[in-house]
Each structure stands twice: as C-alpha cells, then as structure tokens.
C-alpha cells in the first residue's frame, strides 16, 4: 500500500494560490487539503493551479474542507447551507471531501440527520464525504462516537485522535476497545501530536514528548495495517500542525515556538521513513 502525504493550506493564507502551489510542489507533497473560500480570487487562481497540476500529475489528491457552524437557524436550514457547501465542493471534482460535521451539543438524532444529508449527496455525486473526529463536532469524543459508527457501518472518519486526547485529559489509555472499533473507519489521517491539555504539542521532535509521538505512532500504524487487509493500495496522511493559536506562542510577543511549515515537513519525511512496506 502506497502512503501519499497531502499538504494543509492552514497556516500558508498570507500566500497566493500560485505561490502555494509552487511550494507544495517544490517540498515532494503528493496534494493538497484547504478550506476553499466561497468566492474570490484566491479561489479563481487556485482551481486554475488545480487544473495544471492535474495535467502535470493526473494522481495529484484535492482534498477540499466542509466546514460550517450553526447559526440563529433551524436544523433543516443548517442542513441546507451544508447540503449547499457540499454540492459547491462537489462540483470541483474533488478526490474526496474532508467534513467538519455536526456538532457536540446536537443531539444524536439530529447529528444522524446531518450525517444522513451529507451521504446522501456522496451516494448521488461519487465523492465521498469523510467526518474528521473533532472537539466540537458531532465526533468529539471516542466513546460517544460508538452509537454513530454502529448505526452507520459505513461511516468513514478522518482521524484526529489528539483531539480525543484532549476531551479525555489523557493519551487514552483506557479506552483501546474504543479505539479498536473506531480504527477501522479511518480513511484518512491527520498527523498532529496532542496531548492532555491540548491539541498540539510545541515541537513533536523535542525529547519530551518522545512517549505521545510513540503512541500517535502506534494509532496510525493500526489503521494503516487495517487497510491493507482490505486491500487498499493508497492511503492519504496530512501533517497538519497548526498556526497560532493551535502553535504554543510566547506570551506578549505571541511568536511562536515552533515553524509550523517545518513540523508539518519533518513530519512527512519521518513518516515517509517510517511507514514503508516493510513496517506496514
């Protein structure tokens, strides 16, 4: 199974799609996960760079983000404007749709409505919608995940598990039966290392959190290993360590401890050594 390393648009807004673009290139990615904007130029130049490097590379990954919050609405509205996002992403002709979905203080019956609108527009379109475990989403925590992906065998998930570590304050050291039924509907992982009180570390690399990246590690390598006994033969990891706020900052200066753009590079360089044919 090949791994394929897409690179995050967070962080890189000061840039222009050209220049963006450019950069992924020039740094080995093998595509690109963004929170496109509605309308504008960003968005015109970007998709014309999206469609160069199509020509270039017919494999390049697109990986567009779903994501909106609840308004002063009813459910059904809220489930039009995402039903509207989705179809706009659709029409981009994506690899698939990456979706922050729902919330956390929905209830379950209406979170499984929203989950239902946005299968039903993969089912009708052909591009599959993934939900990313997020805090503040329908996926927040692992265990209150379970209902969700028993009701939905289908359900695929992009996995964030530091976002599970911080909600239960701990690398999740109990709840492995958890994990074991939530693991198999990963189909796309972000690489970021958290920890109990937050969802990133300062500087993954640095000695003291060699433990969490050995733990994060060995979530990752399960669900990698999950798909190759069902016979994938291509799966897609983000390394998405974040800006400011997400980066750790110096008080008053609010500089940040660590590049971003550097953590999320080495992190693709270490997994690529990593995860080879060989360990998977």
Known sequence: MKIKYTCTHWGAEHLDAASFMDKIKSNGYDGVEINLPQQ???L???LEELDDFYESDPD???IPQQLIFPENESLQEFIKRMEK???RLVSYKPSYIHSHTGTDYFSF????RIIEASMNIASKTGIRVLHETHRGRFSFHAATLIPYVEKFPELELVGDFSHFCVVSESLLQNQQEIL?????HVSH???RIGYSQGPQVNDPFAPEWADHMKNFESWWCEILKKKKEKGWKKFVITPEFGPAPYMPAMPYTLQPLSN???INLKMKEHLTNLFTDDYI
């Open 85 to 87: 996002n989705l179809k």
């Open 109 to 112: 019956e209406d979170n499984c």
């Open 189 to 191: 992982i972000h690489a």
């Open 260 to 262: 971003q753009w550097e």
């Open 40 to 42: 504008g130029d960003f």
């Open 180 to 184: 074991d039924k939530i693991i198999p």
């Open 60 to 62: 390049f990954i697109f």
């Open 44 to 46: 015109n130049e970007f």
